[in-house]
């Protein structure tokens, strides 16, 4: 695979949030609003594209036995840079709102997925390009749900009213089960447009695992509270 295709599955075709479904407690935790989730992507952007690289390098001197410790050594290296970075010249506000998840990020699946399944085993270049592609996508994915839930809640978009006349706040969007169906119906938008795209191919469309009625047992659940 060539590293511009390294770098651009990330954005859709393997994206971390609306296709691997990786990532989900802080996509659905910090996109309250659209600067948030910036901020939440970014962060994870540079520990994934600092962590790939260096994993890459070193990867062939770590031995097989403790090479999840040594991963997230580095990992966790690179989040407390960020952190300290944050702490230093981003907006309070900000460093506030996203909290405990910076540090998590050291635990976030996406980084530790990327690291063990993909950095270990390539090159440097394509370690990079996959670190940055993936943290691009995930930055992508956390802002634009966030502009949604910011502005069904409020009326805004980073922090800048947009519908002046919206006095009283829409709690919905803000919570956590707002963001649950938000979250859902972009999945579905998304599968909707790949089953387009693979019928005007004449191609075969297989959804994505979990995401399809083969995978559902939602159905047998209900039938058997019946019974």
């Known amino acids: ?19 691997l479904l990786l990532g989900t407690c802080p996509t659905l935790a910090v996109t309250s609003s659209s600067l948030n989730g910036m901020g939440m992507g970014l962060a994870t952007t540079f520990v994934l594209f600092g962590s790939n690289v260096v994993i890459s390098l070193i990867a062939g001197i770590v031995p097989k036995k403790i090479r999840i410790p040594v991963y997230i050594i580095v990992i966790a290296t690179f989040v407390t840079i960020i952190e300290l970075l ?7 506000s900000l460093y506030n709102a996203l ?15 990327r690291a ?14 996959d670190g940055l592609g993936m943290g691009i996508g995930f930055t992508l994915v956390l ?13 805004s ?8 006349a919206w006095t009283t706040d829409f709690l919905l969007p803000a919570s956590a089960p707002g963001a649950f169906i938000i979250v859902g119906v972009l999945l579905a938008g998304m599968n909707y447009l ?14 994505p695992q979990g995401l399809d009625c083969r995978h559902c047992h939602i159905c ?7 019974d």
């Open 1 to 19: 695979m060539s590293v511009f295709k390294e770098f651009t599955k990330g954005l859709w075709k393997e994206n971390p949030v609306l296709v």
């Open 86 to 92: 944050m702490r230093s010249y981003a907006p309070e």
């Open 99 to 113: 909290g405990i998840f910076i540090p998590l990020i050291v635990v976030n699946c996406i980084v530790l997925g």
């Open 116 to 129: 063990e399944a993909f950095a270990s085993k390539n090159g440097v270049l394509s370690s990079a390009m």
């Open 143 to 155: 802002t634009f749900l966030g502009m949604i839930r910011e502005f069904l809640s409020t009326g």
């Open 157 to 164: 978009l980073f922090d800048v009213k947009v519908v002046t």
């Open 194 to 207: 790949n089953y387009r795209r693979a019928v005007k191919n004449h191609e075969r469309y297989i959804p």
């Open 220 to 226: 047998r659940i209900i039938d058997n509270d019946k």
